[in-house]
């Protein structure tokens, strides 16, 4: 198996159904994505909107969960767009915007030096791949000043970045999977901490680390699981597979993270916490069970390891050889045929000026080309009453998480 480097592992883990979320929630998580979108174009222009993620927003959702409203300035009117159906909306503005648009612009441009390094599809000609390195290093300059403009150090990413290279190269059968997936742990740390300091909360650097950390665990291992067949049909090297990491101990420690982020989340002081507590207590629990193919609503008391299973036997047919059940990867075989990153980015430009990623049911992911939900769409989970108890308290414990 050759070795192609996955990189820092940053993607849109956290996937809310507007079900779940209800209107007060769903509007501000609108006006998170919103407002990240619009902080990237107007610091570095419309190119730089496409590395717009769900789980870069979260920054900008930690951050004003932390301050004090009564000053004002967290938000503004943006003018109509057309993935709002030609509606103004109200967007958020300001640090919490620019931190997520800064970190969101460093690893984009680690991952596009990544794809170069790799000669992925059309990058492996020589104009396109010059192209693509210039607009790499444009994203890792424009990110590392509007991470300097809200006094966070970018280097702490890129320092990580060229770690997780090495430690990739030197990882085997063997190693610990805690050791791959430190660097992505470290660099996602340090951005959730800032966020206290932009709040004015410095009392809540520790913990928010903490959860940011936890949060980089699982943004490593839902990535190495879900990709796993795929990247051994292709030869790409896996976290998984090059450690000999079976999918029972990656899922407990999926577990393990999950509980250790609600437990910080206790320990952090917001002054309304609800679309945080909701988004990192509760999908990301959902965001589990999608990766390893079970299905649970995190209000239960089986939210930590998914509903009951029949006793997993290997070669068992009731199970494919998946000891949770059924596809380790969410009901959907992963796809081979993967779209090279400017394939990529033209389906994902496709996707937006046609507003599927907010209002279709379900759409073809731009580069994974794997199923994927609008963030808009109607869901038919069983839990979307009991979630609503999110939409009326800090519910730090209402759900016994």
């Known amino acids: 198996m050759s070795y192609t480097p996955r990189g820092i592992v940053v993607f849109g883990m956290v996937r809310p159904c507007s079900h779940r979320l209800g209107e007060s929630l769903k509007a501000q998580w609108m006006a998170h994505l919103c407002g990240l979108c619009l902080a990237l174009r107007g610091d570095h222009g419309q190119l730089a909107r496409v590395v717009t993620n769900y789980d870069g927003l979260l920054l900008s959702v930690l951050t004003e969960a932390q301050v004090e409203r009564e000053g004002g300035g967290w938000r503004r009117t943006a003018g109509p767009c057309p993935l709002r159906g030609m509606r103004t909306a109200s967007v958020a503005q300001g640090e ?12 984009a441009s680690a991952k596009v030096r990544d794809h170069v390094a790799d000669g992925d599809g059309l990058l492996a000609r020589r104009p396109v791949a010059l192209a693509a390195r210039r607009v790499a290093g444009s994203w890792g300059r424009a990110g590392a000043r509007t991470g300097a403009g809200v006094g966070f150090d970018a280097g702490v990413l890129v320092e990580a970045v060229e770690r997780q290279f090495g430690i990739e190269a030197l ?41 940011g950390r936890l949060f980089g665990r699982l943004a490593h291992l839902l990535d190495a699981v879900e990709d796993r067949e795929s990247d051994a049909a292709a030869g790409a090297w896996n ?14 420690l999926a577990d393990d993270a999950l509980h250790g982020i609600r437990l910080a989340l206790r320990e952090t002081s917001f002054t309304d916490g609800r679309l945080a507590h909701l988004l990192l207590a509760h999908e990301l629990g959902r ?20 509903p009951p299973q029949t006793p997993y036997l290997p070669g068992d047919p009731r199970h494919g050889g998946n000891p949770y059940g ?13 779209r090279g990153f400017w394939a990529g980015c033209a389906a994902a430009l496709g996707l937006c000026c ?17 199923r994927r939900e609008g963030c808009c769409s109607s869901c038919d989970c069983s839990c979307c009453d009991a979630c609503e108890c999110c939409e009326c308290c800090e519910c730090l414990s209402c759900c016994d998480c």
């Open 354 to 370: 046609t507003c599927k990623v907010c209002c279709a049911d379900e759409f073809e992911g731009p580069w994974s080309r794997q």
């Open 239 to 252: 976290p998984l597979t090059a450690t000999g990491t079976p999918l029972t101990e990656a899922r407990r």
């Open 96 to 107: 919490g915007a620019r931190l997520a648009a800064a970190v969101s612009l460093v690893l």
């Open 326 to 338: 059924g596809n380790p990867f969410g009901g959907e075989p992963p796809r081979p045929d993967k």
């Open 287 to 306: 965001s589990v069970d999608r990766a390893f193919g079970t299905q649970s609503c995190g209000h239960g008391p089986e939210a930590a390891f998914g």
């Open 171 to 211: 990882a085997g059968p063997g190693t610990p999977i805690l050791t791959v997936t430190e660097p992505t742990e470290t660099a996602t740390a340090a951005a959730f901490a800032h966020t206290a300091l932009l709040a004015g909360r410095p009392g809540n650097a520790v913990p928010l680390a903490e959860a």
